[in-house]
Every structure is written in structure tokens, then in C-alpha cells.
Antibody, heavy 116, light 108 residues
């Protein structure tokens, strides 16, 4: 099970910080992804992270984003800096299944609004 | 970077009808990495089809996937009331992942 959490409101030019708590399984063996969905729009991949430190990000977001795994807390985190209103979205964390090359488990999502 | 184009954007249909959703890739892609999700309003997406044609666990057999190369299709043989939702295709390769723009299946 995955549960996203974090501030629902972030000021423009500030930093968005989210946590995904992983329960019911090991965090160490899998790639953990962040996906977002602006209001009324489609899904946008942000990036993935692994306990090994391997990461990959959408090129257009790469300069502003950091994702990481904290195995001791069984948590995955996302930091997105220099936010604008274009970053307003529902943010999902999702577990990647390498065998299916797909997301087999999703969190319920958390809404983040960028506004002053 | 692969671009996935879904069509149509919206389908207005009645329960019992057949649904065909198209996902076209900007270049030939590996079928094993082509995936379909269903997203109902206010919910997270749910995995439907992986590897272009394999149903995920618990997915009814009225859902099927097909295609290869640049053209892939999601088919719902007979629409049930619970199938009205938005459907997305997804492709992953070389540490880059992309979603199609989505197809909304709405009640006519």
C-alpha cells in the first residue's frame, strides 16, 4: 500500500516536498515513481528512484526535481523546486513492476496547489 | 523521445457497445513495454493491460489489447456501466516513460 503526504499548498518559487509511505512490502527491491496530473488533464511522468540511488527524470523537469528512497523509514520522497502554477496537480507515487513494465500499485494521490 | 497519440479523445457510447481505443507511437516500439490503464473520476489509475495484450490480475476478459510496431488498440467487447472512465496508454524505454493523452469513454 502506498500513501502520499505533504503540504497541499506551496507558494510560487517555493519547493514542493512530498513523501510516499510504503507499507506491506519491501521498499528495497523496486523502482518507485512519481506521476502527476494537472486538474482536468492527463498523466505526466515525473521520474523514478531506487534504493541503489539510481534515478531518472522527465527531461523538462530534470533541473528542478529530486526523488529518493529512505529504506529506514520505508518512504519515498519527491522534491520539486522553483514551482509555478503549472505545477499544480494531483501527485501520485507508484510502484514499478519490472516484469510487467508497468505500475501495478498506485497511491491514492495528493493534491498540491501552487498559489500565493 | 517517443510520443503516444491516442484517438479519439472522447467516445460517447451506450452500455453493451464495443469500444476501440487507439494508441499510436511516433516510432516503432517494443510491444512488451506498451501498457494500458483505466482511470475513474477521482481515483488513481488501474493497470489493465501490459505487454500490449496481457490482462493484469483481476481484469475481466471483456478487455483486450492488440497491436505492434506503432499502432496499438484497447478493445472493450461489451461496455459495462463501470467501464465509463478515461483510458491511457503508456510506454517505457531507456529510462524515459510517456503516457498518451487519454481517451474518455462517456455515457451517451
Amino acid at each position: 500500500q502506498l500513501q502520499e503526504s505533504g503540504p497541499g499548498l506551496v507558494k510560487p518559487s517555493g519547493t514542493l516536498s512530498l513523501t510516499c509511505s510504503v507499507s506491506g512490502g519491501s521498499i528495497s527491491s523496486f523502482y518507485w515513481n512519481w506521476i502527476r496530473q494537472p486538474p482536468g488533464k492527463g498523466l505526466e511522468w515525473i521520474g523514478f528512484t531506487h534504493r541503489s540511488g539510481r534515478t531518472a527524470y522527465k527531461p523538462s523537469l530534470k533541473s528542478r526535481v529530486i526523488a529518493s528512497v529512505d529504506s529506514s523509514k520505508n518512504q519515498v520522497s519527491l522534491r520539486l523546486n522553483s514551482v509555478t502554477d503549472a505545477d499544480t496537480a494531483v501527485y501520485y507515487c507508484a510502484k514499478w513492476s519490472e516484469s510487467m513494465r508497468a505500475y501495478d500499485i498506485w497511491g491514492q494521490g495528493t493534491t498540491v496547489t501552487v498559489s500565493s | 523521445e517517443i510520443v503516444l497519440t491516442q484517438s479519439p479523445g472522447t467516445l460517447s457510447l451506450s452500455p453493451g457497445e464495443r469500444v476501440t481505443v487507439s494508441c499510436r507511437a511516433s516510432q516503432s516500439v517494443e510491444s512488451r513495454s506498451l501498457v494500458w490503464y483505466q482511470q475513474k473520476s477521482g481515483q488513481a489509475p488501474r493497470l489493465l493491460i501490459y505487454g500490449a495484450f496481457n490482462r493484469a490480475s483481476g481484469i475481466p476478459d471483456r478487455f483486450s489489447g492488440s497491436g505492434s510496431g506503432t499502432d496499438f488498440t484497447l478493445t472493450i467487447s461489451r461496455l459495462e456501466p463501470e467501464d465509463f472512465a478515461v483510458y491511457y496508454c503508456q510506454y517505457y524505454a531507456n529510462s524515459l516513460l510517456t503516457f498518451g493523452g487519454g481517451t474518455k469513454v462517456e455515457i451517451k
